[in-house]
């Protein structure tokens, strides 16, 4: 783009955001030009921060008039996944402006959110009344509930999990054509002030009639259209709330166990998490962290057990009861605590968005993750066939931290791998990359299902399902057909009419 159509674009953004919209500092574009995936640069032409709907829409239009690449960002710093860097020239659209918690409903325990508010903030609303947000693992401050709901990253409670869509509801988007939309009972009829005064909630995802437009949005990294607001999900404040851990040298014994407790969906909290995983989690420093990462078992199960409503004691003691039945015939012994980590720290500290340092900084400053679906059954041989690549790198195994959260009530999991490396060593980064190439092309061909394909996974994804591929891009050609969306990403192309 030459310097004078640059200086007319930003004159009509502003037009359309005002001057405290628009933000062309050097310093900023660079830090939206790349992110700690290495996985490219691009070249952000400007920042444009829209308050409302109706400036989204008209920035889009404008995207459509111009033939513009818009990148939306819900979430802060730091990025890590790719998504959110341009491929080449693009208007950032950052929607930390709209940041708006609209309405939360006690009596349906749902939320309706704008994309600019974060975990922590939602959490303050809904403290008041006693519901609390199903979160992701530790997020960072700055995550957007809305961006992760929309990249379904797995919450910590799989007993609310039923389906993958679960926590998010109903949306208002604006797709790249530049038409405004509502999905599920959002959609209508009336508005939702119209909507409110009848008692509805916008809870049900379905819809129009009987298709689910939010599963077309969800994993889409941004390429059909821009979310303004959306509801999810909420769950009761528990009045009593208990963490207990499970230790094991063999992985084996905890999975048993978690299908156990999966079936009759006991426990509100459970995930696994390796002793590096673990350490870097609690662990403030370093040092500390490398101290912890020498004392912890090889795999600690975190779960906990909740009372709320009704008789909460008595709710807990009944799923203490039948967990330890379960323990017991899985071979594993439960603990109140492990080292560095008691159960009422447990509570406060994987109840709420992660403090100060993100905690996958805090060992030697970077990190990379690879993660995808499969079964806990499945789970042993991919950490060991990512340990086995691991090994051929020459890359040190107590930098590889492992997360196995079930999702879908244990119908599947979650597994990532994090491997922590200095992002001032090299060779270090460069190493890191091959092996993630080597483990991400292993685990597929094992059978891995990559519903997050990020950077190059796209390409492992999508050559196994040519009629995804195919059905997708026609979705697309309809919602953004002049391909204004986040282009390349996913299974589609740089061209400006969309799909390659």
């Keep these: 783009m030459t310097a004078a159509k640059l200086v007319g674009l930003k004159d009509r953004l502003r037009e359309i955001v005002g001057e405290e919209g628009l933000s062309d500092d050097p310093l900023e574009?660079?830090?939206?030009?790349?992110?700690?995936?290495?996985?490219?640069?691009?070249?952000?032409?400007?920042?444009?921060?829209?308050?409302?709907?109706?400036?989204?829409?008209?920035?889009?239009?404008?995207?459509?008039?111009?033939?513009?690449?818009?990148?939306?960002?819900?979430?802060?710093?730091?990025?890590?996944?790719?998504?959110?860097?341009?491929?080449?020239?693009?208007?950032?659209?950052?929607?930390?402006?709209?940041?708006?918690?609209?309405r939360v409903d006690r009596r349906n325990k749902v939320a309706?959110?704008?994309?600019?508010?974060?975990?922590?903030?939602?959490?303050?609303?809904?403290?008041?009344?006693?519901l609390k947000v199903l979160m992701p693992l530790l997020p960072r401050p700055t995550?957007?509930?809305?961006?992760?709901?929309?990249?379904?990253?797995?919450?910590?409670?799989?007993?609310?999990?039923?389906?993958?869509?679960?926590?998010?509801?109903?949306?208002?988007v604006i797709f790249g054509s530049g038409?405004?939309?509502?999905?599920?009972?959002?959609?209508?009829?009336g508005n939702l002030r119209q909507q409110w005064e009848a008692g509805l909630a916008q809870k049900n995802?379905?819809?129009?009639?009987?298709?689910?437009?939010?599963?077309?949005?969800?994993?889409?990294q941004g390429s059909m259209g821009v979310v303004t607001w959306a509801t999810v999900k909420l769950e009761v404040l528990p009045t009593l709330h208990r963490f207990f851990f499970a230790t094991e040298r063999r992985l084996e014994r905890l999975v048993e166990f978690t299908y156990r407790a999966m079936r009759p969906r006991l426990g509100d909290e459970f995930f696994i998490l390796n002793g590096v995983s673990l350490a870097c989690a609690i662990g403030s420093r370093r040092k500390e962290i490398e101290d912890l990462i020498g004392k912890m078992p090889p795999y600690v199960l975190v779960f906990a057990v909740a009372g709320y409503g009704v008789a909460p004691r008595e709710r807990v003691d009944f799923q203490l009861h039948d967990l330890r039945v379960h323990a017991q015939a899985s071979g594993v012994v439960l603990r109140p605590e492990v080292p560095g980590l008691s159960g009422k720290r447990a509570r406060d500290h994987f109840c709420s968005?992660?403090?100060?340092?993100?905690?996958?900084?805090?060992?030697?400053?970077?990190?990379?993750?690879?993660?995808?679906?499969?079964?806990?059954?499945?789970v042993g041989s991919f950490i060991k066939l990512v340990e086995d690549k691991t090994r051929e790198r020459s890359f040190p195994l107590e930098r590889v931290g492992v997360y196995i959260q079930?999702?879908?009530?244990?119908?599947?999991?979650?597994?990532e791998f994090t491997f922590f490396h200095d992002p001032a060593d090299l060779q270090e980064v460069s190493r890191v990359g091959a092996l993630m190439d080597d483990a991400a092309m292993a685990c597929a061909e094992a059978g891995a299902f990559f519903s997050r394909p990020y950077?190059?996974?796209?390409?492992?994804?999508?050559?196994?399902?040519?009629?995804?591929?195919?059905?997708?891009?026609?979705?697309?050609?309809?919602?953004?057909?002049?391909?204004?969306?986040?282009?390349?990403?996913?299974?589609?192309?740089?061209?400006?009419?969309?799909?390659?």
């Design 143 to 172: 995550k957007s509930v809305i961006g992760s709901y929309l990249e379904r990253e797995p919450i910590t409670i799989p007993k609310y999990h039923w389906d993958m869509t679960d926590p998010l509801l109903c949306t208002e």
């Design 29 to 102: 574009l660079e830090g939206f030009s790349s992110d700690l995936s290495g996985w490219g640069r691009g070249e952000p032409l400007c920042v444009v921060r829209p308050r409302n709907p109706r400036q989204v829409q008209s920035v889009v239009d404008l995207a459509n008039h111009l033939g513009l690449n818009l990148v939306p960002v819900s979430s802060g710093p730091p990025h890590h996944r790719g998504d959110t860097v341009p491929r080449g020239q693009a208007v950032i659209m950052d929607l930390s402006r709209m940041d708006e918690v609209v």
């Design 455 to 500: 950077g190059p996974w796209a390409a492992l994804a999508y050559a196994r399902c040519p009629d995804s591929v195919a059905a997708l891009r026609k979705v697309k050609a309809m919602l953004d057909p002049r391909g204004v969306m986040n282009r390349g990403r996913l299974c589609f192309g740089d061209r400006e009419e969309g799909c390659a």
């Design 205 to 220: 995802p379905m819809g129009p009639a009987q298709t689910d437009f939010a599963r077309i949005l969800q994993g889409s």
């Design 406 to 415: 079930p999702v879908q009530q244990g119908r599947s999991c979650h597994l």
């Design 353 to 378: 968005p992660c403090e100060g340092v993100y905690w996958k900084e805090r060992l030697v400053g970077g990190w990379q993750d690879l993660f995808f679906l499969t079964t806990l059954d499945r």
């Design 112 to 130: 309706l959110v704008e994309p600019g508010v974060t975990f922590g903030r939602l959490q303050e609303e809904v403290d008041g009344v006693g």
């Design 179 to 189: 038409d405004i939309f509502r999905t599920g009972s959002a959609a209508g009829p």
